[in-house]
């Protein structure tokens, strides 16, 4: 797929690097590999920028985002912390706050319209942890660690993780992390229920689509391109709904009201009913929703 195709052009980058390795897909590399992906102010609006043009490209349904060498994210580039906080002491502020509304990396609040998926290649700390605990799913290679150290920097991570997490692995686990500041493995991540799968590990000189990890994300990502886009958008925003609502009734009723009709009037609906009448595959058009 070539950037030319689509409505609208993405915005520029200079921490993450897209390509599109499948129809619908795009994956996203973060890409500082030398601060282990750590994010500096300006990545983050970046990335920001990116998934809104992801969710209003209709021709995209799912998106990847994975790390550079041998890390996922390692959170804020705390330099740049420092120098931000120097310079407020001193009066000078721009005004801009340290990450935008939907989180750190664009993605750690964010509720979109569509799929992000996680492919964990290495450490997820501080930020890379926040990005994860929000993410639609996430894989992981057998030698990721997960943790969220701020306690340890007298900071805390308040960029929508702690709240998440106590719904998604529960108020004990979620208070392990965050209070001790320890690190976890990908197994025990997915024994508690944080993350999807766990791969082998990539070879040092193996290039980001000939990771296992990634490879995996992509299998989930090609199933899930394969099916209605309508009723991917809509059946994302029900598990959001329960999740962040607490009452599954109230979010039962909020889906259909905000989304019923939207999918029965939309074209998806009837091809899929005539495809599976007729015994042949869909063929789906972008969703308009």
Not at 136 to 155: C, I, Y
Not at 163 to 189: D, M
Not at 197 to 211: I, K, M, P, Y
Not at 226 to 251: C, K, M, T, Y
Request: hydrophobic letters at 40%; aromatic letters at 6%.
């Amino acid at each position: 797929m070539d950037v030319r195709e689509f409505k609208r052009r993405p915005p520029p980058q200079t921490y993450g690097v897209m390509s599109f390795p499948a129809p619908h897909v795009v994956l996203v590399v973060f890409n500082r590999p030398e601060a282990l992906n750590s994010m500096t102010r300006a990545a983050q609006y970046e990335l920001e920028s990116l998934f809104s043009w992801f969710d209003s490209e209709a021709s995209l349904r799912c998106a990847i985002v994975t790390g550079a060498g041998r890390a996922f994210c390692a959170g804020m580039d705390l330099k740049q912390w420092d120098i931000s906080n120097a310079r407020r002491a001193n009066g000078e502020h721009d005004g801009q706050l340290m990450m935008p509304r939907s989180g750190f990396g664009g993605l750690s609040r964010r509720h979109g319209k569509k799929p992000v998926i996680a492919a964990v290649n290495g450490l997820a700390f501080g930020g890379g942890m926040e990005i994860v605990a929000n993410m639609d799913l996430v894989v992981a290679a057998k030698s990721a660690r997960f943790a969220l150290p701020e306690a340890q920097r007298g900071v805390v991570a308040m960029a929508g993780s702690l709240p998440r997490l106590a719904r998604t692995i529960g108020r004990p686990r979620a208070t392990e992390l965050a209070l001790t500041g320890q690190s976890i493995t990908a197994t025990e991540a997915r024994e508690w229920g944080l993350i999807n799968a766990v791969t082998e590990d990539a070879t040092s000189d193996c290039a980001v689509l000939e990771r296992p990890v990634v490879k995996k994300a992509l299998e989930y990502a090609t199933k899930i391109v394969g099916n209605s886009p309508d009723s991917v958008v809509i059946s994302r925003a029900g598990i959001l709904a329960g999740w962040e609502d607490g009452s599954v009734e109230n979010a039962s009723r909020l889906l259909s009201e905000t989304w019923e009709s939207a999918l029965n009037e939309g074209t998806n609906l009837q091809e899929g009913v005539k495809a599976f009448a007729e015994k042949r595959a869909p063929r789906w058009v972008d969703s308009k929703l």
